[in-house]
């Protein structure tokens, strides 16, 4: 079961680096409206994390990567058994982790491309692989929500049962 995480992280990770090229080849000087006022397609060059955190912290955003996903494989080759929740949440979340890692490394920064207005508020510029990392997160928040709660319903079952 675990090898389909890192079939999914090689999947987002493609994904992630053919948008890329798309944006670099075809969008770099020019941004494409989608839809007026709420959706463009713009080239922009991220050198800090999600909302400017980390601004020009290129070589840190790096270093910080590539210990995650050094972790992140150690603890997946410990571990015994993963659900299907948590393949589908590493996966996404080392594909988008690799593919932001990969444009720092190439590049010395993260290619952003999804530009949002939403309400007249102008949501900073994301990704393919930032949409990956974040519902990985999510699904990680989630997947130890309902382990919480099955050990808790273990508990009380056999508190009740002695």
Not at 8 to 23: E, R, S
Request: hydrophobic share 45%.
């Amino acid at each position: 079961m675990k090898k389909y995480i890192y079939y999914l992280t090689l999947g987002i990770f493609l994904i992630d680096q053919c948008l890329k090229q798309i944006i670099l080849n075809q969008l770099k000087a020019l941004p494409l409206t989608v839809i007026p006022s709420f959706f463009t397609i713009r080239y922009v060059e991220n050198t800090g994390g999600a909302w400017g955190i980390l601004n020009q912290n290129t070589y840190l955003l790096t270093i910080l990567s590539a210990l995650v996903i050094i972790l992140l494989n150690r603890y997946l080759l410990k571990e015994k058994e993963v659900t299907r929740l948590e393949v589908g949440a590493y996966g996404l979340f080392m594909g988008g982790l690799l593919g932001n890692f990969v444009d720092r490394i190439v590049y010395g920064h993260v290619i952003d491309y999804l530009d949002f207005q939403l309400f007249s508020y102008d949501y900073p510029v994301f990704n393919f692989a930032d949409i990956a990392l974040v519902i990985g997160v999510l699904l990680l928040i989630i997947d130890m929500i309902r382990r919480d709660k099955n050990e808790n319903r273990r508990r009380k079952q056999s508190s009740e049962t002695a």
